[in-house]
């Protein structure tokens, strides 16, 4: 069996802070303690959703872009800090989480590959 942590964003101060110091209006929250996670993974947790701290990593970022330059109006620009950011928490978590480095433990497999075992199983596959 495996257990999901649905909502457990740690929903980090200090990403909430620097919405705000560039224009957000978010209001104190809380979320889970990474440590808490932590003690989750090791009661046998093995999915943990973090979109929350993504999101607010990327607004942050998008947000301090556009009051550095209000005039910036290109993606390329405003976007590329936002991924930055986004990329940071990923690496924290799975750095916390104790999932770092373990991409040579699986053998690579091609996209078509992929699809044949998706199908194998059974889902409907389609194009975008």
Sequence with gaps: THLVMHGSSSVPKELV???NQYGGE?????GVPVREIQEGIKHG???????TDLRL??????????????????????LKPAR?????????RMEAFGQAGHAK??????????AARYKEQGHQLTTA
């Design 84 to 92: 930055a950011a986004m990329q940071e928490v990923v690496k924290a």
């Design 45 to 51: 947790v093995r999915k943990v959703n973090v979109d």
């Design 105 to 114: 433990d699986y053998d690579p497999i091609s996209l078509p590959d992929m």
């Design 17 to 19: 802070d620097i919405i």
């Design 26 to 30: 978010i209001r104190p929250t809380f």
């Design 57 to 78: 990593a990327a607004t942050g970022a998008i947000r301090k872009a556009f009051a550095e330059d209000p005039s910036e109006f290109d993606p390329r620009y405003y």
